[in-house]
Nanobody, 127 residues
Framework: QVQLVESGGGLVQAGGSLRLSCAAS????????MGWFRQAPGKEREFVTA????????YYADSVRGRFTISRDNTKNTVYLQMNSLKPEDTAVYYC????????????????????WGQGTQVTVSS
């Protein structure tokens, strides 16, 4: 059974940093897309960042570019999200996602690109 387990969420003051981890088990994802989405109360789930391919290309939402960094260790089947200069508007539940069956025609920023999801981890940024 495939599982994605996030960790590292918590409460932080504005300007602070957090590092999220997502450990996958049950299969490897090699060059498939792995990414992070977030969902704030009353809002739709939104794309944050993703990485894909043998060259580990990365993509970011405009709202986090320059502040967040995604990285991936395929030897550990784990993806990370380093979040710096956090803002109150970053407060949300953060979800890790992984693409099972490659879907080259589906863009990285849409949830239907991904077949597996973690349970989510809460990130709260106080002002």
């Amino acid at each position: 059974q495939v599982q994605l387990v996030e960790s590292g969420g918590g409460l932080v003051q504005a300007g602070g940093s957090l590092r999220l981890s997502c450990a996958a088990s049950g299969r490897t994802f090699s060059n498939n897309a792995m990414g992070w989405f977030r969902q704030a109360p009353g809002k739709e789930r939104e794309f944050v960042t993703a990485t894909i391919g043998a060259d580990l290309s990365t993509y970011y939402a405009d709202s986090v570019r320059g502040r967040f960094t995604i990285s991936r260790d395929n030897t550990k089947n784990t993806v990370y999200l380093q979040m710096n200069s956090l803002k109150p508007e970053d407060t949300a539940v953060y979800y890790c996602a992984a693409e099972g069956i490659p879907k080259s025609s589906v863009v990285l920023t849409t949830p239907r690109k991904y077949d597996y999801w973690g349970q989510g981890t809460q990130v709260t940024v106080s002002s």
